[in-house]
């Protein structure tokens, strides 16, 4: 089970299956918004899809795959995070997230990854961690900007969003970067 807590008010804990009519909730709640930018957003039309959502989640976060987590603000369900894929044999894993909307604008993404990254690189044993995002996704693009990642480059149409082929950039931070820039 993966917990962390990041400040007095935000914790990042994996989702249950008695979480899956929430998460549901707030993702339908924000439909139009997160569609423009998450891909799966459309596939999950039902309480029943997020409740596999999870089951598999689990399975893939028991396999050291990937993990799915919800953001908690002082107990209140606002948003999501993860990790798309560890690469245990390369030490990377790259980060993924979407907050509700009503959320923007707090920080509460920049903190969240800020505490991802240390985790994975203080207790996981991590050398570089990504972040994805489409280039046209100014606010995604901002944390990692934020946080200090590099740009090492932009991948050309390499996600299909609502019919549209987009490119993506790839930030990275490496461990040394990191230790440099928090110590
Ligand atoms: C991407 C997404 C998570 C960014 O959310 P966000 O609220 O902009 O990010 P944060 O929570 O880190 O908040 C940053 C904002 O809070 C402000 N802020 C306030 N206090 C802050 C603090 N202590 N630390 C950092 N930022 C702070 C920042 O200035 C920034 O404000 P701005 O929007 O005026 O520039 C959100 O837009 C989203 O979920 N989008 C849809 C899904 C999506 O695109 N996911 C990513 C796919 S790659």
Not at 138 to 153: C, E, M, N, Y
Request: with cysteine.
């Amino acid at each position: 089970m993966f917990q962390l807590k990041v400040n007095d008010e935000i914790e990042v804990r994996m989702f249950e299956e008695s979480d899956a009519e929430t998460v549901f909730a707030l993702v339908d709640r924000n439909r139009d918004y997160l569609r423009e930018w998450l891909i799966w957003v459309d596939r999950s039309d039902t309480p029943e899809v997020t409740r596999q959502f999870i089951r598999d989640s689990k399975r893939r976060y028991e396999n050291k795959e990937a993990l799915s987590a919800g953001i908690w603000l002082n107990g209140e369900l606002v948003g999501a995070t993860g990790v798309v894929e560890y690469e245990w044999h390369n030490r990377m894993l790259e980060i993924g997230y979407w907050l509700s909307a009503d959320q923007q604008g707090k920080g509460i993404m920049t903190k969240v990854v800020s505490a991802l990254i240390d985790d994975a690189f203080t207790n996981l044993g991590m050398n570089r961690i990504e972040i994805h995002c489409a280039t046209g996704n100014v606010r995604s693009r901002a944390i990692p900007k934020r946080l200090g990642f590099r740009q090492d480059g932009v991948m050309r149409e390499a996600g299909l969003l609502n019919g549209q082929f987009v490119d993506k950039v790839i930030y990275s931070m490496l461990a040394s970067e990191w230790k440099a820039q928090t110590s």
